[in-house]
């Protein structure tokens, strides 16, 4: 073993402290999950919602983008998110479950259980869209054709250090204005943020994956 190796065990709960200390990582302490008794039910369903809207959106812009590039890794990242979907899909039932117990009429909470289920939908079309690069198989005539006559433009390239995204922050940089470009993920030490918004800042070595639409 060498420094910086990551280690993947499986094991009982109690040798997690000293597994730790002989990594030499930080004391490990259990989370403490603190509830707010202002967050109802219902409020962590429609947190869940957006979410899954949220990764399902992004799960279809990398799903086509690992068909343009040919991107193994994009399409790796498109079934994990499916696997994600899937998750969030049981919390979202779980919380409306557990709302419909204290409303008189929990009939107006359908509409949630269905846009969930369509999230859902959404990261499965996406999944079965990257398999012909998972399986690394040819893209036939006619898809091939269509892709290259489409508009949409999608690249991907690392951010350099000194460049005017270096430092720049995704909410305040004008990529959108200037290029017509939106950003879908950026990778940073070999993980994803993806549909990066608000106040992530961009470094050097972050490499961005851009989609253009007319």
Do not use: C
Request: glycine share 10%; charged share 25%; aromatic share 4%.
């Amino acid at each position: 073993m060498l420094p910086d190796d990551v280690l993947i065990l499986r094991g009982a709960r109690e040798g997690i402290a000293e597994i730790r200390e002989l990594a030499g990582a930080p004391e490990w302490r259990i989370a403490a999950i603190e509830e707010d008794p202002a967050i109802t039910d219902l409020d962590r369903a429609v947190d869940v919602l957006v979410d899954m809207k949220n990764v399902s959106e992004a799960a279809v812009g990398l799903a086509y983008s690992a068909l343009l590039l040919r991107d193994s890794g994009l399409a790796a990242q498109v079934s994990q998110l499916e696997d994600r979907l899937d998750e969030m899909r049981e919390q979202l039932e779980l919380w409306v479950l557990r709302a419909a117990a204290e409303t008189v009429d929990p009939s107006g909470l359908r509409g949630l259980l269905h846009l969930g289920a369509a999230s859902e939908e959404v990261g499965d079309a996406a999944q079965q869209l990257v398999w012909l690069v998972e399986a690394d198989e040819e893209m036939h005539p006619v898809l091939a054709a269509a892709l290259g006559e489409t508009d949409d433009v999608v690249v991907q390239y690392p951010v350099a250090a000194g460049s005017p995204l270096d430092g720049a922050v995704v909410g305040g940089t004008q990529v959108g204005d200037d290029t017509g470009f939106h950003l879908l993920a950026i990778r940073r030490g070999g993980r994803w943020i993806y549909r990066p918004r608000g106040r992530i800042t961009l470094v050097a070595g972050d490499e961005v994956l851009a989609q253009r639409s007319p």
